[in-house]
């Protein structure tokens, strides 16, 4: 009498999305859904102090794309002037627009975190031409165009303040003097932002 089992059943079942078959892998899908591989650029090595933070990412929700930069720009020096780029030594961009986002930014706005202290607190946003910028140049020297001149110091604030003009593709950007006030700050953060589609 021959043995009596029940041999088992394998079943294979494949996951539609809109009656379309998903064959990416689960490391593909992890890796597609993690936002914090998604960083979208860096600043000239100038701008990085000893103390100094810097983080970016461009996220796309839907159609509308979403760039933040988060700085800490103590250790970078403000020089005694107006128009003179803010950094720690040499090139000081701090990021280009080329990497913000790959469709057309429609606007931009800046937020003090944290109130800067020792160098001028009157701190203007520039885009330029070139990304050779270096820390004390005088970025009027550059084909520039000014997003943001504040017109007095940030303090920290949860209210945004808008950009005037926003940076064209290829462009750099560079924190700015806005007041003739030296020094090595000691503090001072802010959020960048911009949106486009």
């Known amino acids: 009498m021959g043995e009596n089992y029940n041999a088992p059943v394998v079943r294979t079942q494949s996951l539609l999305i809109d009656e379309v078959e998903v064959t990416a892998t689960a490391a ?13 650029m860096s600043p000239g090595d100038g701008f990085v102090g000893s103390g100094t933070l810097y983080a970016s990412s461009t996220v796309k929700h839907g159609g509308i794309y979403h760039t933040s930069i988060i700085l800490d720009i103590t250790d970078t020096v403000a ?45 203007d946003l520039y885009s330029a031409t070139v990304g050779t910028g270096e820390a004390g140049d005088d970025v009027t020297s550059l ?52 949106w486009g589609v």
């Not at 803010?86 to 931009?108: E, W, Y």
């Open 28 to 40: 593909e899908i992890n890796s597609a859904a993690d936002l914090s591989v998604q960083e979208s």
């Open 143 to 194: 084909s520039e165009t000014a997003l943001l001149t504040k017109g007095g110091a940030w303090t920290a604030s949860a209210t945004p303040v808008r950009m005037s003009a926003l940076p064209a593709t290829t462009e750099y950007l560079y924190l700015t003097t806005g007041a003739a006030s030296a020094g090595t700050y000691t503090a001072g953060r802010f959020l960048v932002e911009f």
């Open 79 to 123: 020089a005694s002037g107006d128009t003179l780029i803010i950094g720690a030594s040499g090139v000081s961009n701090i990021g280009q627009s080329l990497t913000l986002m790959s469709g057309t930014i429609l606007g931009g706005q800046v937020t003090c975190l944290e109130t800067p202290a020792t160098g001028t607190a009157d701190i």
